[in-house]
């Protein structure tokens, strides 16, 4: 088999077969095939697309480059991914919230990269926190408490790393069939049969617009059949951010807010959504049935509790969250209604103060980041305080821009968070 009438007969449009993409795989991996190369075809699949079949078998050989989890001895388990977000801290939240509802979750999560935040990197924050867990431990400490968040191993899906690093440099993310095999290889490879999976759509995410995420979800779940998983995909809201905080140790400390059922808002809400999903799908009982259950967790104290054992199982420290050295306040130039919060501006802006990382070598500082001091639908006065800045780094406030908070005259439209769900 020859790469070039590869690359050749995908920019035809064309459709591969299942032996000339398990060649590309095997090839990249190892060092056959070289980066110009696999990234001339990525450019061709982003333009020409793939089909059905052949996403099904990319996602397969992809899966069979790496190791796999067997779960199925450890009972009722549910997993969670979302395709990443400003301010995205569910995983923090949802994960106890459904192990203590008799559900147990076993998660490999991944780092931020750019303007969205890891789940790993969070966790990272609290002093202490070990992610980097051996499997065997990883099952004992799920088998034990219900709950294991742990960065993904090396050799899960390695095919996946060394074509997303790839395409992270090449302008060839977005785009649906890459993005449906690269997610689902690895939640496959992690061993779970069920999967709630939050398809972030607008601004401040990967998937800009509904009709994509459509798209998206409804392979993910195709995918998820042919490999025996069952999956449901929330398409939420990204134009905002979720919650009032971004940056690691902050959105730490707001989703303890949340566990300890002192916060309502549209991160409590999409908790709430995320876990009734997981709930019944794991237990097997209606979403009505299961959002009685996650309430009650959330008020008896039972959800925050699991947070807390979670956190002390892997060693961290929540007495210690970091603090970054100067806090700025900015304040608005004007008066009215908040009707919208631009994501991305601010996912960006809280990279900058050193919350995220631009490229994988960079260091985070945990304590750095934003604090949304008003929410959507409030009425604010000139001068009033929009947002709070962490950060190590010398800043003048005044020439922090406020333009990603839209101020109207007029008191907006409730926003909706979750679009649609399909299964
Ligand atoms: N997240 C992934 O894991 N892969 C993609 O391609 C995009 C988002």
Redesign the pocket.
Known sequence: MDIIEIINKKRLGKILSEEELKFVIKGYLNDEIKDYQMSSLLMAIVLNGMTDHEIIALTKFMLESGEQLDLSKLGNIVDK?S??GVGDKTTMIVAPIVASCGVKVAKMS?RGLGHTGGTIDKLESIPGFQVNISTDNFLKQVQEIGIAIVSQTNNLVPA?KKI?AL?DVTGT?E?IP??A???MS?KIACGTKKLVIDIKVGKGA?IKNLKDAKKLAKLMIQIGKANNMEVVCLLTNMDIPLGNNIGNALEVKESIDVLKNQKCGNLTTLCIELSCYMVSLGLNISYDEAKEKILESLKNGRAYQKFLEFVHYQKGNLEELPESKFHYEIKSKESGYLASIDALSLGKLSMHLGAGRLSLKDKIDYGAGIVIAKNIGEYIEKEDILMHLYTCKELNPKEISTEAFSINKEKPKQVELVYQVIK
């Open positions: 991914h395709t990443g991944g996946d997303y395409r993310v785009s890459l993005i095999s690269s997610i690895k990967l």
